[in-house]
Structures are given as structure tokens and as C-alpha cells.
């Protein structure tokens, strides 16, 4: 599947209809995707901000485009997602291989969540890999020129604190 296909399944939902002639204004800020590979639990959501309100709604489109009003954390303005090339998950997924080949990582990929951000006026997916052997892979993927720009391999272990007795 690619972003666009997502995307047309969006504009096509009525519920996000509803939205847009209610806020035209508002744009897309940004995604989330889950990709399972054992096709358990995928995901696609849109989030839109509405500048007059300072307001963000995701839409869920595994769940009919259910609109969702998210929190705000941030007073920080988001930048519009532009989304000026589409984008393969297959191709991605490919892109996520062969940079695991050229490090010599031989774990199989079970899950990949990517969250696509616009920042300092380029857009990016950013990507959590989660593989076998409880291994987690950070990635960032420059659109426009479809290539990884970060890669970084990390244990489930690393991120875990262990607390011992201490030694006198």
C-alpha cells in the first residue's frame, strides 16, 4: 500500500467531509502508521490542525475515519505536511532491509511504526522497528529524496534500568 491510497480513503469518508467544510482551514500536521507483519494490528492516522482553534484531530481510518480531538502538549505551532511525493510502505520496508543487511543485522522485522512529521520545512517519517530478538531499530526517512538519513540499532535491554544491591 502507499500514503496516497490512505489518503484518497480519507477524503473519501464522509465523516472527514463533515470536518473539512466545518474547518477549512485546517491542514495536515501529521501521521502514524502501524505496519505489522503478521497483519495483526495495522494502523493509519491522519492528524489536521485548525489554526483558529489551535486544535488537532486525528483520523483513524482502521476504525471507519473515526475522529478523535487529540491533546495539546505543546503551544508550538505544527508544520503543514505538504506530502509532495507519495510514499511506498513496501519501498520503505526495502529501504529498512537493506540498510539492516549493510549493517550486518540478520533479525527479522515484526512491527515498523512511522510517524511523519513535517520539520524545518522538509517531510520525514520517523520510525520505531521492532525485530526479532527483542531489537529496536531507530529510523528517519527524508521523503523527497527517499533514502535514510538515521539509523540506529538498539536492544529492548538498553532502555531498561537495572537496579541492584550495591556493593559496599
Given at each position: 500500500m502507499n500514503l496516497q491510497f490512505y489518503l484518497e480513503k480519507l477524503h473519501d469518508s464522509?465523516?472527514?467531509?463533515?470536518?473539512?467544510?466545518?474547518?477549512?482551514?485546517?491542514?495536515?500536521?501529521?501521521?502514524?502508521?502501524?505496519?505489522?507483519?503478521?497483519?495483526?494490528?495495522?494502523?493509519?492516522?491522519?492528524?489536521?490542525?485548525?489554526?483558529?482553534?489551535?486544535?488537532?484531530?486525528?483520523?483513524?481510518?482502521?476504525?471507519?475515519?473515526?475522529?478523535?480531538?487529540?491533546d495539546t502538549l505543546d503551544e508550538r505551532i505544527p508544520e503543514k505536511v505538504l506530502l509532495s511525493d507519495?510514499?511506498?510502505?513496501?519501498?520503505?520496508?526495502?529501504?529498512?532491509?537493506?540498510?539492516?543487511?549493510?549493517?550486518?543485522?540478520?533479525?527479522?522485522?515484526?512491527?515498523?511504526?512511522l510517524s511523519l512529521q513535517r520539520l524545518n520545512g522538509k517531510?520525514?517519517?520517523v520510525g520505531t522497528v521492532f525485530i526479532s530478538g527483542l531489537g529496536i531499530l531507530k529510523v528517519s526517512i527524508d521523503i523527497a529524496e527517499k533514502k535514510i538519513i538515521d539509523f540506529e540499532k538498539k536492544s529492548f535491554f538498553d532502555m531498561m534500568k537495572f537496579k541492584g544491591k550495591k556493593k559496599e
Open positions: 464522509e465523516n472527514f467531509k463533515k470536518f473539512m467544510k466545518e474547518n477549512p482551514e485546517a491542514y495536515l500536521c501529521s501521521g502514524f502508521f502501524i505496519i505489522d507483519k503478521e497483519g495483526k494490528d495495522n494502523k493509519q492516522h491522519f492528524d489536521f490542525f485548525i489554526p483558529e482553534k489551535k486544535e488537532t484531530f486525528s483520523f483513524q481510518l482502521e476504525d471507519n475515519c473515526k475522529e478523535i480531538k487529540l507519495d510514499v511506498e510502505f513496501e519501498y520503505l520496508e526495502k529501504l529498512i532491509v537493506g540498510e539492516m543487511f549493510e549493517q550486518k543485522i540478520n533479525n527479522k522485522i515484526q512491527k515498523i511504526l517531510d520525514f517519517l
